[in-house]
């Protein structure tokens, strides 16, 4: 069954610094996914990353795929305060006919002013 | 374009009791998957629908079903509801062909079981 971890799952910083989460799934997947999820709501889509190699960026986040690794990132930089949220990574099992996702444990952002 | 809309968006049940949620997708998505979120477990899969059809079910017992309809809206329902089952139960919708889609996700029903 694939697996996916995340780490760190806890993550305070200071407004300005930069970071990064990371994401290890354990067998081969065509599709990861990023979420940003504020406490209370829903699940919003930050990124789709669909091949080795991919870079996707957006405002102050930037994530990227190593699919020989397994391995994903979410960068942050210049951490402000709005971006203190818990986020999660997914991935879809290869070569499925399915859109199910497995989620990470997810890390929880605290931004500190 | 409008999201994907579920209902109730609060339910308060009692042990023993039955419950169903609606999801409605996007207009033109054909595919609605079930998660349910609770904070011992994460985000884990209940069900895949697509054009009215199960495509794949997660590891839950056989008291949570789900249907799809032939207009994409899709209902689950928990039988014999349990203290355990309280969560924020999602809904997922998505374009087909998926390859470079996301799957866009519903506010959620807060199910609180006592």
């Known amino acids: 069954e694939l697996k996916v971890e995340q780490n760190p799952l806890f993550l305070s910083m200071q407004e300005g610094k930069n970071y990064t989460i990371y994401c290890n799934y354990s067998?081969?997947?065509?599709?990861l996914y990023w979420y940003r999820q504020d406490p209370g709501k829903s699940l919003e889509s930050l990124f789709v990353l669909l091949s080795n190699g991919a870079v996707k960026q957006e405002g102050r986040l930037m994530a990227s795929l190593d699919t020989k690794a397994r391995l994903s990132t979410l960068h942050i930089t210049a951490a402000v305060h709005d971006l203190s949220a818990t986020y999660f990574c997914?991935?879809?099992?290869?070569?499925?006919?399915?859109?199910?996702?497995?989620f990470g444990t997810g890390t929880l952002l605290a931004v500190q002013p | 374009k409008a999201g994907v809309t579920q209902t109730p968006r609060y339910l308060i049940k009692t042990r023993g009791q039955q419950v169903t949620l609606s999801c409605s997708p996007i207009s033109g998505h054909r595919s609605v998957s079930w998660y349910q979120q609770t904070p011992g477990q994460g985000l884990q899969f209940l069900f895949e629908y697509f054009s009215e059809t199960q495509r794949n079910k997660g590891n839950f017992p056989g008291r949570f079903s789900g249907r799809q309809f032939s207009n994409s809206r899709s209902e689950m329902n928990v039988s014999t509801l349990e203290l355990g089952d309280s969560a924020l139960y999602l809904c997922?919708?998505?374009?087909?062909?998926?390859?470079?889609?996301?799957?866009?996700f519903g506010p959620g029903t807060r199910l609180l079981v006592l």
């Open positions: 997922a919708s998505l374009l087909e062909p998926a390859f470079q889609e996301t799957q866009y």
């Open positions: 067998t081969t997947s065509d599709r």
């Open positions: 997914a991935v879809i099992n290869y070569g499925g006919a399915t859109n199910k996702l497995i």
